[in-house]
């Protein structure tokens, strides 16, 4: 039986009415100095603003006896409030609310509790200086003063007032407003008894007296689009990489062999039937990972699964920059399929997009009705090719809140790296700006002084935080030093795709034959720079998109030609110095371009077309031979593993060169014939005498080709040519490339390799 504590002269201040009425209309930045419980005059003043309510009653929940307290009315709009004499702190309760209709809500009054954020975090947050800062702001279920809920906390500094809204108060903005925590522009509130799996937005008032509704930008789980609320969630997962991790710690990436597959999650396959719906994580992990062990890809990167509104932005156009898209599973869904990945040695890079984001409302533009995240002036602050709204790198908390998104894809999923797209739109102020549509740094430049900052204290904290990940930029200009260290006045990333290198090559192969010899220094020219980056060879998804028609309709010729040309430059690719990328399909010739809404045309392998299948076996062989030949990829970023044989054959579109490791113990010769003639008694120069196997000849009849080549063998003749002390003459096979080895012990390997897979 509970005893009721009267009320009857309440010894209660008077509140100011110009402090009611900042509460009433949604715009008091410390509700909680009103609400919630207060030391007053030898008692307890508790008060709670419920719109609507007939009643409410404290119920006292820290007393040995059950004892309760009537509310008073004071303000027609729903503010009530009562006074609990000879009663001091700690004092906890319940509110007990009825609403008309006798529904009665019975919970833990949020304003009892004090703020979630510490001193530290709110200082390093406003420095932009917290490296974990996903751990702080946004939703985090947690257990205070013995009670679960959770604690939000947003960044809207210019904001008049803030609410919690969700599944969890029907929505309703004027029940759980959040206080700011100094000039910090922090707001927070802890609400108890919300749970995992809510559903929530922030209802912001701003200073021209706008509502705003938007999702959280540091939200860990979003609803499946096109819904746009954010939802709690905390990860369980327990992972099983432990082994996978501790090796990528204490490797060089530069100095081993990389082989990426990259892939759209939606589109890659598909169920027909279920409605041709995409796998989910959960379904892709064992489907994916035996593909790229049976292909032999090192590792897979994923087009951006950050949450996205619109699928046609294949996930660029990013609004949720710490959530997993929702499309294919949890958060944990997630990481299982990195887990999966891992355990099967095959390393995850995600691309990241801190360059732009949408102007979707509910998302970061005009966060808290002024341009928060991004520039206002539209010079600054908008991409015109995208339509877009473009980050305000010069902004210590903007630059903190990439800086954590970054962190958080590293630390809180185990990502072996980042591909930065776009880095070209953020080095430039004038990128694909016409005159007077862009503003001039503080030195009159066209360089983006506070972009190239974040960029390098981005990739120097990862690499710092994170050793052995791959910081990759897509960056297509003459930038200098990209891929090179901070100290040594790089921009700070690990690797850089070699946008001309790929232009060249395909513009070459585009090329029908009798052409070629005219176009011969497009194959040689890059080999002058190859060595000043450290380079990726990137055939991505977007020279498959747009009209570019894909790599098998690329190609010039009938079908076979088509099929040999192609078949030719991914031999050439991947003997090239430079780590590997190979967007999803071209590995067997997709010969539409992708579309995003399909399936991948895996049919294609099924229906009796031999060049499919063999080009599928060609990727296969490559990427197996690339891995155990040592020459082929050790000194990727030197000129010292790197010899050339034979760059003045353009009438016979015949090239040919060297690769070796750091100390010379083991080489790989490379020979291509760009040409639909085969070569008979093409002599051509070798580095030491003895036999040299054929590892690879892109013509076999395995491939789909004509099976001209070498019977697997050839024995050099002390003829010095090309440079070199010995040679051998040997036959080119059409439209061919052909890999010769020198090392015994790698081509026992081999012989090995082969034995164990067969």
């Not at 609004?319 to 929702?326: D, E, K």
């Not at 011969?520 to 009209?547: K, R």
Request: charged residues 20%.
């Amino acid at each position: 039986m509970s005893t009721s504590v009267m009320n009857k002269s309440a010894p209660v201040k008077a509140l100011p009415e110009a402090q009611i009425n900042t509460l009433l209309s949604l715009r008091c930045v410390n509700p909680h100095e009103i609400l919630g419980a207060h030391a007053e005059n030898n008692g307890i003043v508790v008060r709670a603003y419920r719109p609507e309510a007939e009643s409410i009653q404290v119920l006292f929940t820290s007393a040995k006896e059950k004892k309760s307290a009537q509310m008073e009315r004071i303000h027609s709009s729903g503010l009530f409030e009562v006074f609990i004499p000879k009663i001091s702190f700690p004092f906890s309760y319940d509110l007990e609310v009825q609403y008309p209709g006798g529904n009665t809500f019975t919970f833990r009054d949020p304003y009892e509790f004090l703020p979630t954020l510490g001193d530290l975090d709110v200082y390093l947050a406003s420095e932009g200086r917290h490296e974990n800062l996903w751990e702080k702001l946004g939703a985090h279920p947690l257990n205070m003063n013995h009670t679960e809920g959770v604690a939000f906390a947003l960044w809207a500094p210019h904001a008049e007032g803030v609410s919690v809204i969700g599944d969890f108060n029907n929505w309703d903005g004027r029940l759980h407003c959040m206080r700011r925590i100094g000039a910090s522009g922090i707001w927070e509130i802890f609400l108890p008894d919300v749970s995992q799996g809510a559903r929530y937005k922030y209802e912001i008032r701003t200073n021209s007296g706008q509502t705003l509704y938007k999702t959280d930008p540091f939200a860990q789980a979003m609803e499946n689009p096109p819904q746009t609320a954010s939802v709690v969630f905390v990860s369980d997962y327990d992972w099983s990489d432990r082994q996978w991790m501790h090796r990528r710690g204490h490797s060089d990436p530069w100095k081993e062999a990389c082989s990426i597959y990259e892939m759209h999650l939606g589109s890659w396959q598909h169920r027909p039937e279920e409605g041709h719906r995409p796998l989910s994580y959960r379904e892709l992990a064992p489907v994916l990972t035996n593909y790229l062990l049976e292909m032999g890809f090192t590792h897979v990167e994923f087009l951006p699964v950050m949450e996205h509104p619109f699928s046609g932005s294949w996930g660029y156009q990013v609004s949720g920059y710490f959530a997993p898209t929702s499309r294919f599973g949890s958060p944990d869904d997630f990481r299982f399929l990195v887990d999966y990945l891992h355990q099967h040695n095959i390393g995850v890079i995600v691309d990241w997009v801190p360059a732009h984001f949408p102007k979707d409302a509910f998302a970061l533009g005009r966060f808290d009705g002024t341009a928060l995240f991004e520039h206002l002036d539209p010079r600054q602050g908008e991409h015109p090719d995208w339509g877009t709204f473009v980050f305000n790198f010069g902004r210590r908390e903007v630059k903190n809140f990439l800086m954590a998104s970054a962190l958080h894809w590293l630390s809180e999923y185990h990502i072996d790296g980042l591909r930065v797209d776009a880095v070209a739109s953020m080095l430039y102020l004038d990128y694909s700006r016409q005159e007077g549509q862009w503003v001039p740094n503080q030195h009159g430049g066209r360089e983006n002084l506070e972009a190239i900052e974040f960029l390098k204290e981005v990739n120097a904290v990862c690499h710092r935080r994170h050793p052995g990940i791959l910081m990759i930029a897509e960056e297509s200009t003459a930038w200098p030093k990209v891929s090179q260290a901070t100290e040594q006045g790089g921009l700070g990333f690990g690797f850089k795709w070699n946008m001309g290198w790929m232009h060249d090559t395909l513009e070459y192969f585009a090329k029908d034959s009798i052409y070629r010899k005219y176009h011969h220094h497009m194959l040689t020219f890059g080999l002058q720079y190859a060595f000043s980056e450290n380079f990726i060879l990137p055939i991505s998804h977007d020279e498959v998109v747009h009209g570019k028609g894909s790599m098998l309709g690329k190609m010039p010729g009938d079908t076979w030609q088509k099929f040999a040309n192609l078949r030719a430059f991914y031999a050439w690719m991947w003997a090239h110095p430079g780590k590997k990328m190979l967007f999803m399909g071209c590995e067997f010739g997709q010969d539409r371009e992708w579309n995003h809404d399909q399936s991948l045309d895996w049919h294609l392998l099924s229906e009796g077309i031999p060049g499919h299948r063999g080009l599928l076996k060609l990727i296969s062989d490559l990427n197996r031979n690339y891995r155990n030949q040592a020459s082929l990829w050790q000194c990727d970023f030197t000129e010292d593993g790197f010899i050339w044989l034979d760059t003045q054959n353009a009438d016979n579109n015949i090239f040919a060169f060297i690769r070796k490791t750091v100390n010379g113990d083991s080489y790989t010769i490379v020979i291509a014939n760009l040409s639909p003639s085969p070569k008979d008694g093409y002599r051509v120069g070798l580095p030491k005498p003895g036999a040299y196997q054929e590892i690879l000849n892109s013509d076999a009849e395995i491939y789909g080709g004509s099976n001209m080549g070498n019977y697997g063998w050839i024995h050099s003749e002390n003829i010095n040519w090309q440079g070199q002390p010995c040679s051998a003459s040997v036959t080119l096979p059409p439209l061919g490339v052909i890999w010769l080895v020198s090392e015994a012990a790698d081509v026992l390997k081999l012989q090995e390799v082969a034995i164990l897979e067969h």
